[in-house]
Structures are given as structure tokens and as C-alpha cells.
């Protein structure tokens, strides 16, 4: 339960401080003196949007901060699956900057503003009158069945179980429509394949060609050009290497009168060894170079039909025509193996689609036992609110396809007066029916899941007199499992609280602040009667207010 609540610098609060007590907390005050401005408090610290236009003072930041007793209910095994420090008087921190930024803190550790949202969920349902709408929802009505029938676990199951059943939907469908695509693809994959394929192509084969090219063009004026050159260093009369083999002869007839010409000697030695080496290698040359036509116009076929694919393909060199064979190729594989793939795909989702079906199956079954029952202790609770002719059903229908929560679809149909027949609650209802199915749901709820603290905020929209006393009872009853606030202009619902705080507001030349306080038991009298009878308080007025305050 809510122990204790501290709120600084949000909207029209500078500073506050309330101590919450068990049972049925009543807050009243009047219209626009800052008792909604207390639930939009309680809403941050239970995970709700944050907003700097909220800070009262936009130069410091915003601090709300909540303390619960959480000894009644088992949330270790949340703290723990968060990895959070538990606490049986555990602290709820938010703080919102004036940029706007906001964090959250849990013991003083600090927490995602989403992980926050569901810790909130196990603590307080806040009831406004904006979810008094939701009531409308087949949404809202199927989790109100949910919650009773207590689906929780079996919902967990089903939402992971959905999931993956769309996530191998979405994935075999986007695999279909790949392989359709390929199929349409694959003769012109195919086509380009075997034509790079059948070029049996090489890197750098372009480069080689074109030297070989080079040489087979010009083979007759490169043998004469390397016939020249052995002619002159070998095979002429005078031939280079015969001259100055001569040229050695003769240092050396010298060498012992003129001993320097011992290592000009010498380099003549290693200049014909160089020389004779040159001359046989051109020699070689030679022999290799030859004129030969066809080769040639094999060469000219192989260079134009490598150029017309670079060319056709828009590359530079064979190394990408060799990367898009490659690619090429594994894209046809990889077609033949979609298939393979969809199989897979389509064997999982059918494993999936059996088990999620059982599931569901499983969540209908718990739903279809669990209307009679709802009906029953909503209609009783209506009766006991003065609607005593009203009937309510909940009508369940199958669905065709799997919904996000399940197989099924929820209406509660509603009519408020005898002899009218029931349609859809949100086509029938009044607003002040709305307010009192809703009680009648909230009261049912939480004695089926035992929330620790329930809030609401102008439950009572719409009725008055008896009726109002009867929903204060229903309140009152609440609370003796549960700790209730609620926010009301009723005197009747007001009368049946445990503790009574009037919220109000202060103005100064220069601003407005809302504050909050106890009352005591002269006051709640002096209140309760200003409720009844208005700013001037009659004698039969306090006589009243005391009257229902002991009754």
C-alpha cells in the first residue's frame, strides 16, 4: 500500500507531504483546487509521461517520490527478475529536469521510465474518468475478464507464442515473395552465369593478352631487330665480342711492363662474359618470337570477347567480371535453396500456429468459465448501486484468425431499465451508468487480484442521493482488502472514509499553490455539511453531515 507521498515543484504544488493510511482514504476540495494535480504526482512515480511544462518553477527540477509497504504481496521475484534491491518499504523516485529529461529511481537505484510503468502496475490502478471510457473498448473488456478469470500466466505464454507466430508469418511470406521473384529471375541469372562461366576467365588475363598481342603483331620486325643485334655482337666480321677479345690479347702481352693494364684486363674478361650472355639470351628471344596468324586471331577473338563483357557489364578489369560470377552464382544456389528455407520456415510456423492454438484454446476455455461468475458479481454490485433493474452480459465470440490477445472477442452488453433489450454498453450506457458499471468492475477486480492500492477519481460522475451512499458502501467495502482513495464531491461517499485530507488552494499577489491537509473530526463535519448545503453551512446541514458520519 501507499505510505507516503512527497511532491515538490509539480504543477501548483511548492512542497508536500501526506501520510496515507489504510482502508478508504476520502479527498475533497473544490473544483480546480488541485486534487487531479495529486494523481498526476501519483502517475509519474508509477511510470506515466513526464513533461517540463508540469514544473511549477521551470529554473528547478521536479521531484515526486512515493514510499509503499509492499510486505502483503509477493513482488520478490519482480525485484529480482529486474535485478533490483528489494525492500518491504520500497522507495519510488522520479525526477523530471527543467530541459525536461526525466529519471526514475527504485531504492535509490535507478530504473527504465518502461520497467517503472510495470512495477507501477502491480501497485496502484489509477482510475480517472478518461478510463471510465475505456470501459467502452473490447480491449478493456476482454482484460476485465482476463483479470478475473486470472489469464495472466497463460496470457504471458500466448503473447510469447504470438509473437514468434507473426514473426515466422512475416518471414515466410517475405521468403515467398523473394522465391517469386527469383523464379522470374533465374533464366536471366542463369543466361549471364554460363556466359562469364564459359569465358573461363582469368585475373589479369587482359594484361598478358595484350603483351602476347603486342609481340604477335610485330614478330617479323622484332626477329630482324634481334637478329641485327647478333650480328653485330657475334656474327659479323668484325663483331663486337671478337674485337675485344682482341683488345684483352693484347694488355695482356703488356701486363708484366705495364701491370695497370692487368685490371683493364680484367674488365675486358667481364664485359665479353656480359656481352656473350646478352647474345645468347636475344638468341633465345628469337627462337620464341614467332610469326603465327592464328594465334594472333585467337588472341584477337579472346581480347574482343573479354573487352565486349567488361563493356556489357560496365566494369574495368576481369576481376569484377570474376566477383559477378561468383555472385551470380550464389545467387542461383541461393534460389534453389529458398525453398529448402520456406520448407523450414513453413514446418516451425506450423509447430508454432499448433502450440499457439492450444494455448488460445486454453484462454477461451478459462474466459468461458469465468462469464457466468463475472456476470453474477457485477450484476449483484449493480443492484446493490441502485441499478436494480439492469442486466449485464458478456458475450464471447470466436475468431477466425489469431488476435494479439488470443482467439476471442468480448462485448459487454448492458441495459439499465426492465423491458429494454441489452445492446453494446458503449451504445446503451449514460454516464452515470458508465461511473457505476465501472465501480461494480473495479470492486469485482480487486477482490479477484488484490492490487495493494486503488484510486478513483470522480467515481460517483453522474449519481447522487441513495445511490451515492450505496457506491460509498461498495468503496467502504473495497477497502477492507485493499487500500482505496477517491476523489469526490459527494457528501455521502465522503462520510464513509477512514481518513478524510482537503485539498486547497492559496493565492498570494504573486502566485497560486495548492496544499493539502488532514482533517479532523470537527472538520470532516464542517466539510461533509459544506458539500451537502453549499458555502453557507445550515444548522440542518451540520445535523446531516453528523448523521452520516455515524451511520
Known sequence: MLKKLL??????????????????????GETGAGKSILLGALGLVVGQRADSNTLKNKEIKCIVEAEFDLSRFDLVPFFETKDWEYSKNTIIRREIAPTGKSRAFVNDSPVGVSDLKELGEKLIDIHSQHETLLLTENLFQLKTLDVFAKNNTLLIQYKQNYAQYKEL?????????????????????????????????????TDELEIEQKILTHAEEIKQALASVLHLLQDSENNVISVLAQSKNIFSTIENKLTETAALTERLKSTIVELQDIAFETEKLSEKVQFNPQRLEEINERVSLLFGLLQKHRFKTIEELIQLKEKLQNDILGISSLENEIFEKEMALNKCTSELNNVANALSKSRS??????ENAISKI????????????????????????????????????????????????????LSRVMLAIKSVIAQS?????????????????????????????????????AITHQAQI????NTHLFVYKETTESSTRSLIRKLNSQERIEEIAKMLSGEK???????????????
Open 7 to 28: 511532491v515538490s515543484n509539480y504543477a501548483l504544488i511548492d512542497s508536500l507531504e501526506i501520510t496515507w493510511d489504510k482502508g478508504l482514504t476520502i479527498i475533497t
Open 169 to 205: 508469418t512475416e518471414a515466410v511470406e517475405e521468403l515467398k515473395q523473394r522465391n517469386q521473384k527469383a523464379l522470374l529471375d533465374i533464366d536471366y541469372l542463369s543466361f549471364q552465369f554460363k556466359e562469364l562461366n564459359e569465358a573461363k576467365l582469368k585475373e589479369n588475363e
Open 369 to 374: 468459465k469465468a462469464i457466468n461468475e463475472l
Open 382 to 433: 449493480l443492484l446493490q448501486i441502485g441499478l436494480v433493474n439492469a442486466t449485464f452480459t458478456i458475450y464471447m465470440e470466436a475468431s477466425t484468425e489469431f488476435l494479439p490477445n488470443g482467439l476471442d472477442k468480448v462485448t459487454f452488453f448492458f441495459s439499465a431499465n426492465k423491458g429494454v433489450e441489452q445492446s453494446p454498453l458503449q451504445k446503451v450506457a449514460s454516464g452515470g451508468e
Open 449 to 485: 487480484s488484490l492490487l495493494p492500492t486503488i484510486i478513483f477519481d470522480e467515481i460517483d460522475t453522474g449519481i447522487s442521493g441513495e445511490t451515492a451512499d450505496k457506491t460509498g458502501n461498495i468503496l467502504k467495502e473495497m477497502a477492507n482488502n485493499i487500500q482505496v482513495i
Open 494 to 497: 465522503a462520510a464513509k472514509g
Open 537 to 551: 453551512v445550515s444548522k440542518a446541514a451540520i445535523e446531516n453531515a453528523k448523521q452520516l458520519l455515524k451511520n
